[in-house]
């Protein structure tokens, strides 16, 4: 028997989606208001779930407490009120759409996982636009 516990969190941090390989046109033309040379930022929402076995000494599938402090280390000091182009060194080479990032995210908190745990990643970066990644 396995269950699934969530829990959510959230970050504001900068963005420019653009390639370094291309022309300043063809970034406007491929991602639009996202290539502003200037960034622009997102209140991102994430939710991080976590299904598992229910531990029968504790009763829990982990303890959300432990969840809770592993985003806040793991993922909202990395990426709470940065830019993210800039500031996060994944995201030197790697363009920072919502893809991209709920995969960082995922490679984040993955090692600090039990192994009969599995993860999955959910982030909207903006209320109607959301991904999803499970490894
Ligand atoms: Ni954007």
Redesign the pocket.
């Known amino acids: 028997m396995k269950v699934t516990v969530s829990r959510k969190a959230h970050f504001n941090a900068a ?1 420019r ?1 653009y390639r370094k390989d291309w022309s300043d046109e063809q970034n406007e033309t491929q991602f639009g208001k ?1 290539a502003n040379p200037h960034y ?1 930022g ?1 209140n991102y929402e994430l939710i991080v779930h976590v299904t598992g076995p229910i531990d029968p000494e504790t009763g829990y599938v982990l303890d959300m407490k432990v969840l809770k402090d592993l985003i806040k280390t793991e993922v909202e000091d990395k990426m709470d009120h940065k830019n993210l182009n800039e500031e996060v060194v994944e995201f030197s080479n790697l363009i920072p759409t919502a893809e991209n990032i709920a995969v960082v995210i995922y490679n984040w908190l993955q090692p600090h996982l039990d192994p009969s745990h599995q993860l999955s990643i959910t982030l909207y ?1 903006t209320p109607r636009n959301f991904v999803s990644y499970s490894g």
Do not use: D
Request: charged content about 15%; overall charge negative.
């Open positions: 963005h989606l996202c622009h997102h970066e």
